[in-house]
């Protein structure tokens, strides 16, 4: 069964850098079928949709994010990342990450990581 | 950018009713809809994707409906563990992937 797991630092300060990982077990990072993906939610907020990373590369990311985020993925790790600058207390979110499923009928995520709390603090 | 409502944004209901959830787009998106389930503390779960078709393992007291800008999730029959807050999510226009801005349902 396919399980993906957060990991980073909990706690970064104004204007630095948010750094995160995504380790895949259970199944294949390289499959054809899927893209890996980050989505947010701020404490007592709905979701947001970061970016998505196939494994040869290819990067998707939300043109609101786009000038301060970068994935990335390591295949030999199974693992993808995710790097966001200049980080402000509206960066503070539950960050999880996600298989992301794209096929004829449409793009949706399954399953998803536990998310991990990231805050923005001094 | 296609923007997602849902209503209501939240609703109070008793065990074994009829509930049903709002979706609507702002510009037309086909079947191309994906429903999620989170719990408090925990990732949301697919539900729903392609508008109506049910996830291996969900209870098929679970349905979707809809295509183009307008679509409804009901749980004909609702128990305990069914309350939660539920997220719509457009798959057609890509990037970006939108989410609705969430439905709690809660126990009257």
């Known amino acids: 069964q396919l399980q993906l797991q957060e990991s980073g630092p909990g706690l970064v300060k104004p204007s630095e850098t948010l750094s995160l990982t995504c380790t895949v077990s259970g199944g294949s990072i390289t499959s054809t079928n899927y893209y890996w993906g980050w989505i947010r939610q701020p404490p007592g907020k709905g979701l947001e949709w970061i970016g998505s990373?196939?494994?040869?590369?290819?990067?998707y990311y939300n043109p609101s994010l786009k000038s301060r985020v970068t994935i990335s993925v390591d295949t030999s790790r199974k693992q993808f990342s995710l790097k966001l600058t200049s980080v402000t207390a509206a960066d503070t979110a539950v960050y999880y990450c996600?298989?992301?499923?794209?096929?004829?009928?449409?793009?949706?995520?399954?399953?998803w990581g536990q998310g991990m709390l990231v805050t923005v603090s001094s | 950018d296609i923007q997602m409502t849902q209503s209501p944004s939240s609703v109070s209901a008793s065990v074994g009713d009829r509930v049903t959830i709002t979706c609507r787009a702002s510009?037309?998106?086909?079947?191309?809809l994906a429903w999620y389930q989170q719990k408090p503390g925990k990732a949301p779960k697919l539900l729903i994707s392609a508008a109506s078709k049910l996830q291996r393992g969900v209870p098929s007291r679970f349905s979707g409906l809809g295509s183009g800008t307008d679509f409804t999730l009901t749980i004909s029959g609702l128990q305990p563990e069914d309350f939660a807050t539920y997220y719509c999510?457009?798959?057609?226009?890509?990037?970006?992937?939108?989410f609705g801005g969430g439905t709690k349902v809660e126990i009257k």
């Open positions: 999510q457009q798959a057609n226009s890509f990037p970006p992937l939108t």
């Open positions: 996600a298989r992301h499923v794209q096929n004829v009928v449409g793009h949706w995520f399954d399953p």
């Open positions: 990373i196939f494994y040869t590369g290819t990067t």
């Open positions: 510009h037309d998106i086909s079947s191309w």
